[in-house]
């Protein structure tokens, strides 16, 4: 099982952007720990990080024949970009969609996902967490139809 880990704008900040919020694990630590997950699991990680939008999108439309499934933490953009959702329909890759805080309970701005009513599940608000939970559930999912 292939599994791709897509992440958005700042996430390369994390463990120094707003820690409140966000926490104190950085990227790396939380790409390590997937990584743990999936060795578990007996899956392959593809890990991509892009503070640019047409890079995530490049990412997304890379993703067929080359994922079974993907977590997605399109992060800001998950909020504002047609073009990012459009990329994700076209390709048809189940996934997950990841966010750190509970984007609910937030700016209005950031209470809607473009995405959400795409994926398989969202997982918010469990911080570093959350990876790890989607992760657990895209691959139980993906088991199930299998």
Same mark, same amino acid.
């Given at each position: 099982?292939?599994?791709?880990?897509? #992440?958005? &704008?700042?996430?390369?900040?994390?463990?120094? %952007?707003?820690p409140?919020?966000?926490? %104190?694990?950085? =990227?790396?630590q +939380? @790409?390590?720990a997937?990584? /743990? /997950?999936?060795?578990?699991?007996?899956?392959?990680v *593809?890990?991509f $990080? #892009?503070?640019? @939008?047409?890079?995530? +999108?490049?990412a997304? $439309?890379? =993703?067929?024949?080359?994922?079974?499934?993907?977590? +997605?933490?399109?992060?800001? =953009?998950?909020?504002?970009?047609? /073009?990012? %959702?459009?990329?994700?329909?076209?390709?048809r890759? &189940?996934?997950? *969609?990841?966010?750190?805080s509970? +984007?609910?309970?937030? @700016?209005? @701005?950031?209470?809607?996902?473009?995405?959400?009513?795409?994926?398989?599940?969202?997982?918010?608000?469990?911080g /570093? %967490?959350?990876?790890?939970?989607?992760?657990?559930?895209?691959?139980?999912a993906?088991?199930?139809?299998?």
């Open positions: 099982m292939r599994v791709a880990v897509l #992440s958005g &704008p700042n996430l390369n900040l994390l463990g120094m %952007r707003e409140e919020l966000y926490g %104190r694990a950085t =990227l790396d +939380i @790409e390590a997937v990584r /743990a /997950a999936a060795a578990s699991a007996g899956a392959e *593809e890990w $990080q #892009s503070n640019h @939008e047409g890079a995530l +999108i490049d997304v $439309q890379g =993703l067929a024949g080359r994922a079974d499934g993907a977590l +997605i933490n399109a992060a800001a =953009l998950s909020h504002t970009s047609l /073009a990012l %959702r459009d990329a994700v329909l076209a390709v890759v &189940p996934f997950v *969609e990841v966010h750190l509970n +984007i609910f309970a937030r @700016e209005p @701005e950031r209470r809607r996902s473009l995405l959400a009513d795409l994926a398989l599940g969202v997982v918010a608000g469990f /570093a %967490r959350s990876y790890l939970l989607g992760f657990e559930a895209l691959v139980a993906l088991r199930d139809a299998g």
